[in-house]
């Protein structure tokens, strides 16, 4: 509960993992992360800015639907809402815009925003009736296209957004709800916990999973269709996003001719990975993510279909884990079997099937009869595959005729290349920019292209690149190559993809190995990977504060860099590479610390005399090769007694002041004793609880005095002269 709460409660300030992508969560209905309670109890469960649209009859809309576009699953209704018409709430740090709508028998709902703005720290969600779908935060990141924005479908027949707009930014977001679209077809639901049947769930191939990461789930521009689309890998390996899906999802007069018009309604597509079930038979679904915007690149017609080439509008698409470019092989040999992966009708869950027989070839086509229903019940544009895991085909037809049940139909993926002999008619260009002519393409994940190997090798190691594809070789370097590397770099030959180093037996020396990956010599991308003998590691701390100094919430840290905190404090140190390590404190010794063997340790440091002093820990490895360490400063600044008091001599008047800014936290207390440095003799002992304490001079001898002030944080002395 704590933890979808963390989630969601606070989701008005939480962070986009990577720019540019709207995340969909689900969780179990009603689960109720308390949304509404604690510091966000200005939200009421009352929901008060409501509007009920009109009622709309689902079954006459799935006839007309299935007899002219079987990929429609939603009929958009017209409406003008702005923020002047839902409601706002003032929180603490802002206020937050509310509205509800209402769609009778309703299977989802999605929107369509028109002039979207989104000021720096604003946030937009939107989630179904029982909190089980959380749509966001959608940023001012995510908005490509400043005139339409395409939202995720969200199941039900209800559903709530919220938008936060900071304090400092009041006034300054904008947005009108352009269409609602009510889905009259069951859609991407989270299964009930007594479903068993797991069919072809992809969640239940793991072998598959990583190629369901290259098909995302298309959504029209006009926010009613959902269509299967292939993210393809390029020969020149730069992990442009090229999507080649069917026309239909632009093609609004459904005529198989594209207008300049409905080429630019590219902009407004949206394309959603990862749909799929958490688990195998789960009742939950993972979360997806969803990126808008494209831009056309070229229009492919077979004899059965009409393909569209499209780039998403968005660089840092290949960092989000479990996306994936497919490969590709543009042979014609005839395939005697394969499998497919497809999102099944409408807007629904990745499927995987593997069962084809009675195979034929018709009209620049594969045909293969389909055992079972998934196929039938899929939307155009999902991929063919070999055994060898790469595209073969596209999906474009279903039962021609009606002794064609169950037949599917796939344009040959080398047709396609070639398409209509130009640019913007085929693939070639796109898929091939650097003309390597060649015949098949891997498929790839941005971070399969890493160096294999060590950080911290024991002497010699071999490196070689994950998942190289064939036909690419690898030249390898060292930056700043020096004597703390003997031998450094053993070159191999780059068509056997591996470099052997040899490590020198130098003190927290690090160096850069460098693989420029090739093709034909000419470079395509470089990837690095750092080799130390010193152990660069990350981790978290945090601090409980002991009423003088704060708390310090769970913060990453890099060893390199290290952190600071205060005297006094539990702080509890987290990091996997503690796991195996001896541990020794150098400079400051803690008074207390407690280590589980595995990555956390517990540590206090007690106020020292210094400034802001250094601490180190040192984590060796004894039965392999390596160790590192971890600075930490101490910052006793703020309550060291030599700090917050000053000592004036005024006359036969010596007067302690208390130095503290207005707002400070004020000490308890503090001992202070005054001794005649020549006697030794005691002229002064009391307790300064309030600013400043005064005392007297007569009757002392001139020489020198020493004060010591004396606090729970320490003792500090000051020496003064008396003339």
């Known amino acids: 509960m704590e933890k979808i709460y963390s ?13 540019a992508q709207v995340r969909t969560q689900y969780y179990s209905p009603n689960s109720q992360f308390k949304l509404f309670d604690t510091k966000w109890s200005l939200f009421s469960t009352e929901k008060e800015s ?49 509205m509800t709508f209402v769609s009778p028998n309703a299977k989802s709902l999605n929107f369509i925003f028109n002039g979207l703005f989104l000021s720096e720290g604003s946030e937009l969600y939107i989630t179904n009736s029982d909190n089980s779908v959380i749509y966001g ?29 900071p304090q400092e930014m009041r006034g300054t977001t904008s947005l009108t709800i352009e269409r609602v679209i009510h889905g009259f077809k069951t859609v991407n639901t989270v299964p009930s916990k007594s479903i068993t049947e797991t069919g072809a769930d992809i969640a239940c191939y793991p072998e598959y999973e990583e190629l369901a990461g290259g098909i995302p789930l298309v959504i029209s521009s006009d926010g009613e269709k959902c269509y ?41 597509l949206v394309f959603k990975f990862l749909s799929k079930r958490e688990t195998c038979g789960g009742a939950t679904l993972a979360t997806s993510y969803t990126y808008n915007g494209s831009t056309y690149k070229a229009c492919v017609d077979d004899t059965l279909s009409l393909w569209i080439l499209v780039e998403i509008n968005n660089s840092n698409l290949k960092y989000q884990s479990g996306i994936t470019w497919l490969g590709w092989d543009r042979n014609t040999t005839f395939p005697t079997s394969g499998f497919c992966i497809m999102h099944e009708k409408p807007c629904n869950l990745l499927k995987y099937s593997s069962a084809f027989y009675n195979p034929s070839e018709w009209c620049d086509s594969w045909r293969f009869l389909i055992n079972g229903d998934s196929f039938v019940k899929s939307n155009e544009g999902f991929p063919l595959f070999t055994n060898g895991k790469k595209t073969i085909g596209i999906n474009c ?43 098949a393409m891997e498929s790839i994940q ?33 930056t700043n190559p020096n004597s703390e590397f003997t031998d450094s770099l053993l070159q191999n030959i780059p068509s056997q993809n591996e470099c052997t180093i040899n490590l020198g037996n130098g003190q927290g020396i690090c160096e850069t190995l460098v693989a420029k990956i090739k093709r034909n010599n000419q470079e395509l991308i470089t990837t690095t990977h750092i080799i130390c003998n010193k152990r660069l590691v990350t981790g978290t701390y945090s601090q409980v504060g002991n009423g003088r100094w704060p708390d310090i919430s769970e913060t990453h840290f890099d060893s390199g860099d290290g952190f600071t905190i205060n005297p006094n404090c539990e702080v509890t140190i987290t990091s996997p590479a503690f796991n195996g390590t001896q541990l020794s404190f150098l400079g400051i010794t803690p008074v207390s610390w407690d280590f589980n063997s595995i ?28 160790q590192f360490t971890i600075p930490i400063q101490i910052d006793n600044h703020f309550p060291h007694p030599l700090l917050l008091y000053s000592v004036n001599i005024q006359g036969q008047n010596l007067i302690i002041t208390d130095n503290q ?59 003064i002269v008396i003339e």
Not at 52 to 59: F, G, W
Not at 149 to 164: Q, R
Not at 235 to 250: A, E
């Open 397 to 439: 037809a279903h039962n021609l005729s009606f002794f064609d049940f169950g037949t599917s139909y796939f344009s040959k993926f080398g047709r396609l290349w070639t398409g209509g002999g130009t640019n913007d008619t085929r693939l070639s260009n796109w898929l091939d920019p650097i003309g390597t002519n060649q015949l």
């Open 599 to 626: 990555d956390t340790l517990v540590v206090k440091y007690p106020s020292p005399f210094l400034l802001n002093p250094m601490a180190m820990i040192k984590a060796v490895y004894p039965t392999s090769c390596g």
């Open 137 to 165: 935060p959608i940023t001012s990141d995510a908005i490509i296209n400043n005139e339409l924005f395409i939202t995720d479908i969200i199941p039900g027949k209800e559903a709530t957004i919220y938008l936060f707009e």
């Open 446 to 478: 941005y971070n399969d292209l890493k160096i294999n190997g060590e950080i911290m090798p024991c002497g010699t190691e071999v490196y070689s690149i994950h998942d190289l594809p064939d036909g690419y070789n690898v030249e390898w370097s060292l």
């Open 50 to 98: 409501i509007i009920r649209l009109p009622a709309l009859n689902n079954d006459s809309l799935c006839y007309k639907s299935d007899s002219i576009c079987p990929a429609r699953f939603g009929q958009g209704l017209d409406v003008a809402y702005t923020l002047s018409d839902g409601k706002w709430t003032p929180c603490d740090s802002g206020r937050v815009w509310t």
């Open 228 to 268: 299967n689309g292939c993210l393809l890998m390029s020969t020149d390996l730069s992990f442009k996003p090229y999507v080649l899906t069917d026309c239909g999802c632009i093609d609004t007069d459904h005529n198989f001719i594209l207008s300049s018009q409905e080429k630019s309604n590219t902009s407004n």
């Open 7 to 19: 989630t969601f409660a606070f989701l008005l300030l939480s962070l986009c993992s990577l720019q």
């Open 661 to 719: 800014e207005d707002g400070m936290i004020k000490d308890e207390s503090m001992d202070i004793e005054i001794v005649n440095a020549t006697t030794g003799q005691c002229v002064y002992n009391g307790t300064l609880t309030g600013h400043y304490i005064n005392v007297s001079t007569i009757g002392w001898k001139p020489g020198i005095y020493l004060i010591s002030c004396k606090s729970k944080e320490g003792i500090a002395t000051q020496k």
